[in-house]
T-cell receptor, first 112, second 112 residues
Framework: ELKVEQNPLFLSMQEGKNYTIYCNYSTTSDRLYWYRQDPGKSLESLFVLLSNGAVKQEGRLMASLDTKARLSTLHITAAVHDLSATYFCAVGDAGSGSRLTFGEGTQLTVNP | NAGVTQTPKFRVLKTGQSMTLLCAQDMNHEYMYWYRQDPGMGLRLIHYSVGEGTTAKGEVPDGYNVSRLKKQNFLLGLESAAPSQTSVYFC???????????FGQGTRLTVV
């Protein structure tokens, strides 16, 4: 059974600082996704990572994937208040067709 | 484009009542999903469909049924609601098993 763990689960940071959210998973995967969710809202796709060593960047966010370590990171550079949200990673088990397993989410608060 | 639309957005049910949640997508996607989101547990897959006329069980299917009679619609049914089914329900769709899923706005269901 695929298990996905995110850490930290709660993150409070100052504007302008850098930080990394980690997503570990337990079995072989062929795809990993990062989503953002604002309070009371839907989920918005941020990144799709499909191969070992994949790195994608959008604004102040950069995601990477290490399939050998079964680890993805979401790095935040020079945080701003607008990045405050909950971030989820979701992992596809290579043997389970189209099913995804989500992490618990990291609730990020960026303080002025 | 409307994307993924869920109906209704809010509902309160009494224990034992039944209801159907409707999900409609206008992106001609083959894959559709129903998730539930509970505090501290991320999103868990209830049922999914890989094409018109197909359905499959996800991680937490008990107490729910689904139908995909038309490609653009995916219905989630609760035959006899229980308080444990109080949750926020999200529908999502994707064009295939690899591309990212697009989510609806969610349905907040309370069973009393």
């Amino acid at each position: 059974e695929l298990k996905v763990e995110q850490n930290p689960l709660f993150l409070s940071m100052q504007e302008g600082k850098n930080y990394t959210i980690y997503c570990n998973y337990s079995t072989t995967s062929d795809r990993l996704y990062w989503y953002r969710q604002d309070p009371g809202k839907s989920l918005e796709s941020l990144f799709v990572l499909l191969s070992n060593g994949a790195v994608k960047q959008e604004g102040r966010l950069m995601a990477s994937l290490d399939t050998k370590a079964r680890l993805s990171t979401l790095h935040i550079t020079a945080a701003v208040h607008d990045l405050s949200a909950t971030y989820f990673c979701a992992v596809g088990d290579a043997g389970s067709g189209s099913r995804l397993t989500f992490g618990e989410g990291t609730q990020l608060t960026v303080n002025p | 484009n409307a994307g993924v639309t869920q109906t209704p957005k809010f509902r309160v049910l009494k224990t034992g009542q039944s209801m159907t949640l409707l999900c409609a997508q206008d992106m001609n996607h083959e894959y559709m999903y129903w998730y539930r989101q509970d505090p501290g547990m991320g999103l868990r897959l209830i049922h999914y469909s890989v094409g018109e006329g197909t359905t499959a069980k996800g991680e937490v299917p008990d107490g729910y049924n689904v139908s995909r009679l038309k490609k653009q619609n995916f219905l989630l049914g609760l035959e006899s609601a229980a308080p444990s089914q109080t949750s926020v329900y999200f529908c999502a769709s994707s064009s295939d098993r690899v591309t990212e899923a697009f989510f609806g706005q969610g349905t907040r269901l309370t069973v009393v």
